[in-house]
């Protein structure tokens, strides 16, 4: 062990403490989040700006205006100068006898104590005598002609209007508590809610309820939330998230006057000053915004605590500090995994028995009711996670011992069919292994249906999981293999497809192939190393080809010079010899043909090798061919040859390199004064067509042409055979080159006698 290394046994201590505690960290996060209030909305609730824009604010409000309009209904009904008015009248009865007698408010309440109710400090109606008989009334029970707290009530059966005094006391004293309640919630004691509701009776006057005090409505506004509707419009000026669905339908039933002149308008002080409702939702709901916050990054923190220590156990498990590389097994890692499964499966067992017996009794000592259940989940969780990371290690440290497969049961079965199958046909094992996973299947599917049918008196019930699992990882197997194949069938067709394509040098990287497979990519990258030699070696001949060229023709071009100025300067002697005077004019002739020949040379080698540097432009294709027509008409006419041009009116511009372009139009145009039949014509188009612009050049043939199209691109191939007529047999092959250089297409149409040759270039928008 190296000098201020930390052992490796204690480096595991801590790695197995530090995932304990991360474990719990993230079930006490998971806690937090299950037992907020909030649980089940999501996440877009955090990002809602404050208490006032939710829907708790709004359901608080809803209810608040239902508060607000019972205030209002019970105001005029109970308060007379701004006091409860004890001859108010609540209810009128008939007796049995004929009579008929109004109860006010006073003597109803006075009826209701007598009895015994009062009401308490929440303003509920409570006491009254231990026995009453408000469901069996007797024949001289009164009957009710109307209630001034209940004007809307209506009687459909015959006895329905049948009512004890007791009944109606109580219900009177229950609409005296709700009065106080709403009066002491909203008008005596400081709330954070202000309402303003305005009618106009018939004779103008208006009736306003409100706890607002000398507030106007602009100062209301200001307080932050708001909300105002008036009879006059059918728009609600609010700032609210969402609105309360009962005020517009309250507004409008509590108007008695018929008429369209009232208002009403409710805010609320977002600041909270006073201890309410709306104060108490907000502490609440930020509270649980900090616990759900809290709880979530409890969680991540644990969850992601979980994975660095179980990666950092998975590095460890299996070294110790005597031999670092060498991997250790404890005793029960011995166990083939079919056997460390079924160890799983007893443990698994073992603690659902716990969980239903001994445990639960635990829980209800120390844990309250509430939360029971989800105790009881969260330890059948851990004690699952536990037993499946002990299995999760054990399987490890077998598979780093190279002993996870080969120590298995099927392994050892295998090992002793596998030989004997070997020497069998392909196409018969392929069968037979096919006709083994369908028993294989087969066999797992029916043990899962056996224990599944039977988990009652197995007394466990979700033993038949266990071959699932194993099917499923069996076919996670399968999928595995014929994946691998796939793969490995697709990397050689790729690089076949490449190495077909021109790419010599391309590699099939065979890491992690079957041993078939790898045979087959080795030898491929053996194939594909001999034709990169030889495609190299091509390329080192043509560049030496090239180099020839170019090196004999400036060689040429020396003596070359030499004669042609030696030739100049004897017609400048004016020899009176005739005879002399022809020889001069043919050295002349000959010495202008070779050194034609010699820069038509070195013009192909560049062209075919792309040693040309272009200057691309925009270019007037038709302008162009125009001018080139006016170049060679004159020529033209020296062979009785006539140009027949056909050109659109509008300019076709296309990107080429304006000199080179002209060298190929130059070339095809000394082509037809060649070798054209005389007396004949000589067609010339361009035209527009799929976005690209085509040149077009036809004439017919002086001589037979029993050549190929292709081959007369061919550098020193003419189509006079004989080679009678002046030519190199550069000129297409320039022309050729120079046009694929720029971007364009160049073909040759032989039909007959009839030569045509076609350039394309894509036109620019």
């Not at 104060?279 to 994975?307: C, D, K």
């Not at 059948?380 to 054990?394: P, V």
């Not at 002993?403 to 020497?423: D, E, F, N, T, V």
């Not at 017609?571 to 050194?595: A, F, M, T, W």
Request: proline share 4%; net charge negative; aromatic share 12%.
């Amino acid at each position: 062990m190296k000098q201020g290394h930390l052992p490796i046994a204690i480096k595991k201590q801590a790695v197995i403490v530090f995932h304990l505690l991360f474990l719990c960290l993230s079930f006490a996060g998971i806690t937090f989040i299950i037992f907020n209030p909030n649980y089940g909305r999501g996440l877009n609730w955090l990002q809602e700006e404050d208490y006032a824009d939710t829907h708790s604010f709004s359901r608080q409000l809803e209810k608040d205006v239902d508060n607000v309009f019972r205030y209002v209904h019970y105001k005029d009904l109970l308060e007379l100068d701004g006091e409860v008015n004890l001859d108010a009248e609540m209810f009128c009865v008939t007796f049995s006898s004929g009579n008929t007698k109004i109860y006010t408010l006073g003597e109803a309440v006075s009826y209701a104590r007598r009895l015994g109710y009062y009401l308490n400090d929440d303003f509920e109606v409570t006491g009254g005598p231990d026995v009453h008989e408000w469901d069996s009334l007797g024949p001289s029970t009164p009957f009710v002609e109307w209630k001034t707290y209940s004007p809307e009530e209506t009687y459909e059966g015959p006895g329905d209007g049948f009512v004890s005094i007791e009944e109606l006391s109580v219900q009177v004293m229950n609409v005296l508590g709700e009065y106080y309640q709403v009066r002491y919630n909203y008008i005596d004691v400081p709330s954070n809610l202000y309402f303003r509701v305005s009618y106009v009776d018939d004779t103008g006057k208006e009736l306003l309820y409100t706890n607002a005090g000398s507030r106007s409505n602009e100062e209301l506004r200001e307080l932050g939330r708001y909300l105002y509707m008036s009879g006059e419009s059918l728009f609600v000026d609010n700032n609210l998230r969402y609105i309360p669905e009962n005020v517009i339908s309250l507004l409008s039933t509590n108007n008695r006057y018929g008429n369209q002149d009232y208002y009403i308008l409710l805010a609320v002080d977002i600041n909270f000053p006073n201890p309410d409702p709306y104060a108490e939702a907000q502490a609440e709901y930020l509270r649980s915004r900090t616990e759900y916050i809290g709880g979530a990054v409890m969680f991540l923190l644990g969850a992601m605590g979980l994975l660095i220590t179980l990666g950092r156990m998975a590095a460890l498990t299996g070294h110790t500090d005597g031999s670092p590389l060498k991997i250790t097994r404890h005793y029960y890692d011995e166990l083939p995994v079919e056997c460390l499964l079924l160890v799983c499966l007893a443990a698994f067992w073992a603690a659902h028995l716990a969980l239903d017996s001994i445990i639960p009794r635990v829980i209800r000592l120390i844990i309250s009711d509430p939360y029971q259940d989800y105790t009881r989940k969260m330890i059948r969780y851990i004690l699952i996670y536990l037993i499946l990371l002990s299995a999760f290690l054990s399987m490890l440290r077998n598979y780093k011992a190279h002993m996870l497969w080969k120590g298995s049961l099927l392994y050892r079965g295998l090992h002793r069919i596998l030989p004997a199958l070997s020497g069998l046909p392909v196409p018969l094992r392929f069968t037979g292994a096919f006709i083994g996973y369908l028993l294989a299947d087969a066999g797992l599917l029916g043990g899962a249906y056996f224990l599944y049918t039977r988990r009652e008196s197995l007394g466990i019930p979700y033993l038949y999981l266990i071959p699932l699992l194993v099917l499923a990882a069996f076919q996670i197997w399968i999928y595995l293999l014929l994946y691998r194949g796939r793969v490995e069938n697709q990397k050689i067709a790729e690089g076949i497809l490449k190495m077909s394509a021109g790419d010599a040098g391309y590699k099939i990287d065979s890491d992690g192939f079957s041993e078939p497979a790898e045979k087959v990519s080795q030898a491929l990258n053996s194939l594909s190393d001999g034709l990169e030699t030889a495609l190299s070696e091509q390329v080192k001949s043509e560049r030496l080809k090239a180099d020839l060229i170019t090196n004999v023709s400036h060689d040429i071009k020396t003596p070359l010079t030499s004669i042609i100025n030696y030739v100049d300067l004897l017609k400048r002697e004016h020899i009176s010899d005739p005879k002399i005077q022809g020889y001069l004019d043919v050295l002349d002739q000959k010495s202008q043909r070779l050194k034609t020949l010699t820069e038509d040379l070195v013009e192909a080698s560049k062209a075919s090798s792309g040693n040309i540097k272009l200057e691309i432009s925009e270019i007037d294709l038709v302008e162009l061919v125009q001018q080139a027509g006016g170049e060679f008409e004159e020529r033209f006419a020296i062979r009785h040859l006539d140009l027949v041009s056909t050109l659109p009116d509008e300019s076709i511009l296309i990107a080429a390199d304006g000199r080179r372009m002209w060298r190929v139009l130059e070339n095809l145009y000394n082509n037809a004064f060649k070798y054209a039949m005389e007396n004949s014509r000589i067609y010339v188009d361009v035209e527009k067509r799929d976005e690209h612009a085509y040149f077009t050049i036809k004439n017919v043939s002086a001589s037979p042409l029993n050549i190929n199209a292709d081959e007369l691109t061919e550098r020193f191939v003419r189509g006079d055979v004989a080679r009678t007529t002046e030519g190199s047999g550069l000129g297409l092959s320039i022309a050729k080159s120079l046009t694929q250089l720029q971007g364009g297409s160049f073909d040759i149409y032989i039909d007959g006698d009839l030569f045509k040759v076609q350039l394309g270039f894509p036109v620019l928008n």
